[in-house]
């Protein structure tokens, strides 16, 4: 475990300023583009941060019918946190979402991601968590997703609502390996955690407060499954 998931909730407050809830409050305007889906699920990998958090949020999303904690962007063969916390694997702590299109669109899921489950504009780093694992990055699993992605970032960035740029990457998904057991459904088992409780359940407070209608209180879990 890295060391900044183990050091003390009065060191890592005062690493993750930027985690803070009152920072997570922006509900974006809609893709211009998110063509509908007629399918009943569809999946898509999202990259930015440590992936209990962003587990989590995408969790407690209507719509959303499974959220596994894993590895994307490098080989099967790496895809072990030991390796993937050397920072040399190419791979980058991910989540692969399964969604109901009818319920919530592809492009509904990303106004959360970029809004309320990430910083978008830091590159390399989320909070207390550096390095290229750590990324923001979004695997497409589709040529439509794609082209929503890039659309919707081109219309954030015209419409300068970050002070910084976004530095989100997006690139076609080429595996995904779930993440060991003990790091599925992270924040439900473990919801008193300092990391948790300072990196977090802010994001968890954040997506109620800003998008109450697709916010539901009973998350999905992969335990259930």
Request: net charge negative; glycine share 6%; proline share 8%.
């Amino acid at each position: 475990m890295k060391l900044a998931r183990l050091v003390t909730a009065a060191a890592i407050a005062a690493l993750s300023a930027s985690a803070r809830a009152d920072d997570l409050d922006k509900p974006l305007p809609a893709p211009g583009f998110d063509p509908a889906k007629g399918a009943s699920s569809d999946t898509v990998v999202l990259a930015g941060g440590c992936f209990w958090g962003q587990q989590a949020v995408f969790e407690h999303v209507k719509g959303v019918t499974m959220v596994v904690a894993g590895y994307s962007g490098g080989a099967a063969n790496t895809a072990v946190y030991p390796l993937v916390t050397t920072e040399t694997t190419g791979h980058a702590e991910s989540v692969e979402i399964t969604f109901d299109p009818r319920t919530v669109s592809f492009g509904r899921l990303l106004q959360i991601y970029f809004s309320v489950a990430h910083d978008p504009t830091e590159l390399n780093f989320q909070g207390p968590d550096e390095g290229t694992s750590y990324r923001s990055e979004i695997f497409f699993t589709t040529p439509e997703q794609e082209k929503t992605a890039r659309a919707y970032m081109a219309q954030l960035e015209a419409a300068h609502i970050f002070a910084k740029p976004i530095v989100t990457k997006i690139e076609p998904i080429k595996g995904f390996y779930a993440a060991e057991g003990y790091h599925q459904d992270y924040l439900i088992h473990h919801p008193t955690q300092p990391y948790i409780v300072i990196n977090d359940l802010p994001k968890l407070d954040a997506l109620e407060r800003v998008w109450p209608r697709d916010y539901r209180p009973d998350p999905v879990r992969v335990a259930s499954r």
